[in-house]
């Protein structure tokens, strides 16, 4: 029992960054029809950006996380208007080439600008010494509570962002019909760039949030980006709701799968998981309706 | 038997290291300074070429990466006083990113193209797997590869190859024997890397700990997607066995994950870990952030760690290598942290430059394999195991605790073999201290 | 006809590859054996993507199959090693109709991120399978040369003939199935599946062999490089593998062949060049071992905004008039992401 809740609460933990990821992924799909490899990438660099202030301001963790968010923000409006708005409307291909080559070069200058040859120590918000209850130990920290408790509130936050603003209105009206929004006096581009600089900010987040654990290097997103990717297919890539439970689902499966079978399975299991949920469901689990451009 | 095995080979070796010693001194007093010529493949009048395989980018290069600078550092001070009988030593290493395959092709470059005169130091088991034959096949030095594996004591087989660092057999036994007397009767649960490293590790640890001691045996996967995630599931596993004493054989990375996910899951055992992954410095490098959240367990995650160290420890600041390294890692490599990689870096091109002495003014690849049998210890605080038929490095290391964030010797410098019944003894001998020059 | 000029085409570039490795050093000939080896890959890929309209972003796990197959072969039958390249091809090829079969349902991302995962997931399992497949330290592929060729006969030189002659053979195959009802159904199915199945084309079997085919050339490459590196290892079959080659084809131009070469060759040839370039200019270790990296990052970017269609695009349109071949994979390719922005400007 005590197990089973040790890995149930432990994969949960996992699962919320690989949603996080997910969720950056989906907005940018939604709302350019692009999807960002670099996203990982973006997220190491702006972290890299996080411990930086963090050192220089005597250890203020606040300070460096909200230079994160700003960072990630920033990094984001700044790609798209400079390098993937000019991919827009060509082949996809050209896009996700775009965005590896992003993702590469930005490993490449963060390893020549911060890298000093060894991966470096992160913070974490909070103690991450095993919550109890009574003398069970829980497996999660106040630090797993906190991790879970931002992103949950960054996809509250978006979601009434998208419902409530007139901002939120432009960004689905462009992600439904980019063309009739122009038409209607949108200004698609700053819409766009919009979409980006949001995505860069959630990854952000989730670099600030998984970092403790994974310490930080110009690859150490590389592993998370591909499991926060598989979250996001699982879900399905037009959902924000989709990307949330994709996470979290493939959080706990890998957990019990490497808890009750073997940690060599892990990779495997992630495979079989997203293969399963394709062969049921081609647009990943909260797909809308069948839409295939005919 | 296996001590009079050794024992037999320790003065035979001494006598071989004697006649070559007293030949090269022979020959340049008698005849006066012999001119320096291009006596064998990447060796000019004025340089010694060497090249080397090391993870410079991707998933293993943090910690790894800092070793070639740190040997070249050294390098490039014998060069500023003076060289090898005066010829500058040029190191070449290349990037293979821990991928056997970018392995071979590296090492063709530097036999091929480049033309060192041998490889050293390349890093890495799976690696340096990968070009070993080979390398033996064209018959180019291949001095001291960075990887315990016992893989390298195959005199018969890869008569070119020799190891250099403590094998994990043997580290194993010591690490093994030290738990069986200290610890006795407690349930012991393993930790270890899923690969030669972790499984001569414990190969050792079974030669001297009885199995119905271990109670769980956790291993992970150095690639793992989410290492958190998997190391956290061992952990719960070894609290759910009852592990008193935890055992790892662990890369830094993996050492100080298992730190903070015994903290995730309440847990508190003995943790004993392998010399790679138990360096203070590079622990401390990755966990100094969480020192001060990590609640009751003190100031530091690191007290009380046990390990053992076949190097002096960095923490020793009057020791006289460790002030050689430090006052050449401040003058030539000061960005880089000082810590064990990089003090492994230095004493590794130090027993290749003690080789390339004893080698003789116009050294050929036969005459520098013929001077690393015997080659006398230096750096490390056990003798080597190098003779005609015994390929692997270092024999031993002393017990050590980490306190405050440095290496404490908890113990002798302990020898022993990498057999499952060779003795563990006490080494009686004494390290010598580092030449005034810092040259051997 | 075009079989027979293919042929004679392949026949030559024989003729002048043979007196070429006798030119080289050895060094240079392995560097070409490995470049040979890389291009069945690369040649594979870009048939699946530039002219099925299919992406394939884990093609390094059907190059890890054929390799392990072709080692396995060679450790245990002894096989002759041209019979290995074929059996190692076909091994590929039926993991590769598997995939298909899942890929004929999925579109751009989905595709993308399930191949994505086979190339994560696959390798793990050589170290599930330690007896089998020798854990993180592989299986070793060892050949020698046939005796008849002399005893000092050099091994690389060998591997080059090996390499260049299956690799001829692969792009004689390619550029005949490209050419012929096969290739034109996939341009059908590529530029508009809908249309291409009212017209009677079987679109998921169509899309399954294109993957069939592709990973056919991927397991005979992977066998090839397994050859020249004389080692399989799950290191060797990492992402950075499979980007690599999703690359070299864009790189080299998108459902070019000849494409494919130029992309090898760079994949191959780059990362020592610019290692040396970068260490002769003096960097520190950290910075010169990154440079070469964040150089490529800003090649792919800017050739992918000023040279959409690779070298090859960019040899055609000097050499000759605007050829509409080159860019014809592209357009086609808008198949995978339905932006609502390109409808509008395809009907204003």
Known sequence: ?294 | MNRSHRLGFVPLAGLAALALVVAACGSSSGSGKKALTASATGITAKTITIGSHQPLTGIAAPGYDEIAPASNAYFQYVNAHGGVYGRKIKYIYLNDQYNPSITVTVVNQLILKDNVFAIFNGLGTPTHLAVVKTINADHVPDLFVASGCECWNQPKTYPDTFGWQLDYVREGKILGNYVEQHFKGKKIGLFYQNDEFGLDGIKGLKYEIPAKQIVAAEPYNAAASNPSQEVGTAAAKLKAAGAQVVISFSVPAFTALLRLSELGVSYNPQNVVSDVGSDPITLEGLLNSFAKKSGSFGKSLLQGIITDGYLPSLGDTTNSWIKLFTKIHNEYIPKLPLDGNVLYGMAVAYTFVQAMFRAGRNPTRASVLAAVNGLPQAVAVAPFAYSLTDHNGITGAYMAEIKNGVLVPIGPVQVTDDTPTGAITTYSGTQPSAPASGIP | MTMLRHVAIAVACGALLLLLSYRLDLYRDLQFAEVAAEVGAVAGLTVLIGISGQISIGHGAFMAIGSYAAALLLLHQHWNIGYVIVASGLVAAAAGGIMGIAAARLRGPYLAGATLMLAVALPSLADKYQSVFGGDQGLSVSITPPAALGATFPLQRWFVWLSCAATLVLLVLLANLVRSRIGRSWRAVRDDEIAASLAGLNVARLQILAFVVSAACAGVSGTLYAMVTTIVTPDAFTLTLSIGLLTAAVLGGLGSLLGAVWGAAILVLAPPFLQDFATSHGFSSAVSSNVPIAAYGVVLIVVMLVFPAGIQGGLRRLLGPAAPVAAAPFSALRRHAPAREEKEEGTV
């Open chain 1, 1 to 294: 029992m005590q197990e089973f809740i040790e890995f149930t609460l432990g994969g949960l933990a996992s699962g919320i960054i690989y949603s996080a990821i997910a969720l950056s992924l989906v907005l940018i799909w939604r709302g350019t029809r692009v999807l960002n490899y670099a996203q990982g990438g973006m997220a190491m660099f702006t972290t890299y950006v996080a411990l930086t202030v963090i050192n220089d301001t005597g250890g203020n963790y606040w300070l460096g996380f909200l230079a994160a968010l700003a960072a990630g923000f920033a990094l984001g409006a700044v790609l798209e208007r400079g390098v993937v708005r000019p991919t827009v409307g060509k082949p996809p291909l050209n896009s996700v080439i775009v965005t590896i080559g992003i993702l590469i070069f930005i490993e490449g200058l963060a390893g020549i600008i911060f890298y000093n040859g060894q991966s470096a120590s992160f913070p974490p918000a909070y103690s991450i010494v095993s919550l109890k209850v009574g003398s069970i130990a829980l497996g999660v920290s106040w630090n797993d509570v906190f991790t879970a408790a931002a992103v949950l509130a960054a996809a509250v936050l978006l979601a009434a962002l998208f419902r409530y603003t007139t901002v939120g209105l432009r960004l689905r009206a462009t992600a439904f019909n980019a063309s009739v929004s122009r038409l209607l006096g949108v200004r698609v581009g700053r819409v766009l760039t919009l979409g980006w600089a949001l995505a860069g900010l959630i990854g952000a987040l989730a670099g600030v949030l998984v970092t403790p654990t994974t310490f930080l290097n110009p690859n150490s997103m590389d592993a998370i980006f591909v499991l926060g990717f598989t979250a996001a297919v699982i879900g399905g890539l037009d959902s924000p709701v989709g990307a949330i439970v994709g996470g979290l689902v493939l959080g706990v499966v890998l957990s019990y799968v490497g808890g009750y079978l073997s940690a060599d399975l892990i990779e495997l299991a992630g495979l079989a998981a997203l293969v399963l949920v394709l062969m049921f469901r081609p647009s990943g689990l909260f797909a809308p309706t069948a839409v295939r451009r005919v």
